[in-house]
């Protein structure tokens, strides 16, 4: 007879995927996950399957989580609210007990050029937020809000670059007001 799961799963996930985000993939072991997740080795397995299906489980957590914030604030917004919210975002992170960073940029430098299934959930969550940032701004374009003098995708295309360095930098830095400015230049060409 089976033995019933003596965890909620979505709870050890939620602690998996934290233990990623701060460490990257590579550097976080099999006992790492176990202690963090606070479950035995033979319940990982067979909840999770192995470490690299955990791993992208757990980005999908944080791609769920990511995309239910932001997703429902941005279309109660202005336009200028969006954008602002999206930098705002960035630079503040989720809250207090997240690590700093972004786990889907973690990925995408350390996993993408080496890993099929990493590129491809990489290159699906940066195509959907630059997809996002079309919207707004085509929207923001559409009230008189945003320039028309560049389209809206080449618009989203230089955001999204800035925001990925940006989240970047909050990993390694930690002078808000720094982060603030590069997030005002970057933002600077929507009015220009």
Request: hydrophobic share 40%.
């Amino acid at each position: 007879m089976a033995r019933a799961k003596e965890f909620e799963e979505d709870v050890v996930l939620l602690k998996a995927m934290k233990l990623f985000w701060e460490q990257g993939y590579e550097k976080t072991s099999i006992n790492d996950l176990v202690e963090r997740m606070g479950i035995h080795r033979r319940s990982l397995y067979d909840t999770f399957g192995d470490k690299h299906m955990l791993y992208l489980r757990a980005f999908d957590r944080y791609k769920t989580l990511t995309n239910n914030r932001l997703g429902s604030l941005i279309p109660n917004s202005t336009p200028s609210q969006a954008i602002d919210f999206i930098f705002d975002y960035t630079i503040q992170g989720t809250s207090e007990d997240n690590p700093a960073g972004c786990m889907m940029v973690n990925m995408a430098v350390e996993l993408a050029s080496i890993d099929s299934e990493a590129r491809a959930k990489v290159s699906e969550s940066f195509a959907y937020w630059e997809q996002i940032l079309v919207d707004v701004i085509s929207k923001g374009q559409q009230k008189g809000d945003f320039t028309s003098k560049r389209s809206a995708e080449v618009l989203a295309e230089s955001l999204h670059n800035n925001l990925l360095g940006l989240r970047v930098l909050t990993r390694s830095l930690t002078e808000k007001d720094k982060l603030y400015r590069i997030a005002d230049m970057a933002k600077s060409i929507l009015y220009h």
